[in-house]
């Protein structure tokens, strides 16, 4: 690892965001959350599934597609949802609401295999959220609609639990958006 980097956010020393992270959280929820990171994701200071992580008490992060492919999937019980842009969109919550949501962290290319690919993920009933405003970007986007991790997390956990933790989220996703760019990365705009 780098030295001058956070071993936790992965930022450079300077622009660690764990201060922020460590004001919003942690930040409890009802709903299970489990991030699912592609394992080229693992070291890249961009990734926000390691900032949510970092944010949400009780969520799970496992790497996935690494050197040992065939690692046990996470433990995911009845009433998890796979949220992924396909089926129906939701504007409010299920019923009854999901016990669990798993989040696909990677490019889009990778998540589409992941999808495909991972079979624990096949029963899980998928929930595809409404667009959301574009915002500042650590990325770009290969398409309009296209979402961070962080902020699919906010979304669904706003449509299911309501405003505060969504708002935590946010928040902190625009500070490590602005750090970044201090940094001189992520100086993507919003696409639309």
Known sequence: MDPTRC??????????VCPAV????????????????HH???????NTGRLAH?????????????????QPGPNLPAGTYLVFPEGPVH?????????????????????RRMRQRLPYLRGLPPLALAPIPAAARMRAAPATGLVSTI????????????EPVAAALEGLFAIAVQRSRRSGRGSVAAAG
Not at 151 to 162: D, K, P, S, T, V
Request: charged residues 20%; negative net charge; aromatic residues 6%.
């Open 54 to 70: 970092l944010a949400l008490a009780g969520s799970e992060l496992c790497d996935v597609f690494g050197p040992d492919r065939h």
């Open 91 to 111: 504007t409010v919550a299920p019923t009854p609401p999901p016990t669990g949501l798993v989040f696909l962290d990677a490019t889009w290319h990778q998540a």
């Open 40 to 46: 080229s994701e693992r070291y890249r200071s961009s």
């Open 7 to 16: 071993d936790r956010c992965l930022f450079i020393a300077a622009l660690c």
């Open 151 to 162: 902020e699919a997390i906010a979304h669904a956990l706003r449509l299911i639990e309501g």
């Open 22 to 37: 460590a004001e919003v959280g942690p930040l409890v929820t009802r709903t299970r959350v489990v991030i699912l990171r």
